[in-house]
């Protein structure tokens, strides 16, 4: 009897002819959303969930060039068919971006923090001296 071994490799196989690929039609059938690989980018339109956790308005998009190392942007959050927006400083440390939240677009207090944070940033302080800024608002209100 002649069983292949796990090391024999000639047994699978086939000398001097190439390999054969075998078509399948299933592939041409599947939609734009079940085609995309891990990491791949779908529009709106294609989604299969219109509430994602959070979704960043267009004009921070734009506002947020790659070249910054950090940025205040707008998100929203749907709960029950309600859209909530929101604020929140974001920075690159490497490759990865780090987001502190600053409150809801109606609060008062969030866009007195948003305009301190720009502040911050135009006068060229550090993310970390930020971070440490938005931190210590946290501190005050927890105490009074």
């Not at 490799?9 to 959303?33: I, R």
């Not at 001296?129 to 946290?138: G, H, M």
């Amino acid at each position: 009897m002649n069983q292949p071994t796990l090391f024999d490799l000639q047994a699978f196989t086939k000398t001097g002819s190439s390999p054969v690929y075998a078509y399948d039609p299933f592939w041409d059938e599947l939609t734009p959303q079940e085609s995309h690989s891990v990491g791949g980018q779908i529009s709106d339109s294609e989604s299969p969930c219109k509430s994602v956790g959070e979704q960043v308005t267009l004009t921070t998009q734009k506002s947020a060039p790659q070249h910054d190392t950090h940025w205040i942007e707008e998100y929203w959050v749907e709960r029950c068919s309600n859209k909530y927006w929101y604020y929140r400083y974001c920075w690159m440390q490497g490759r990865k971006i780090h987001r502190l939240y600053l409150g809801s677009v109606n609060s008062a207090i969030a866009k007195q923090k948003k305009a301190d944070v720009e502040i911050a940033i135009s006068d060229g302080q550090s993310p970390q001296e930020i971070e440490e800024l938005i931190r210590s608002w946290r501190g005050l209100r927890s105490h009074s």
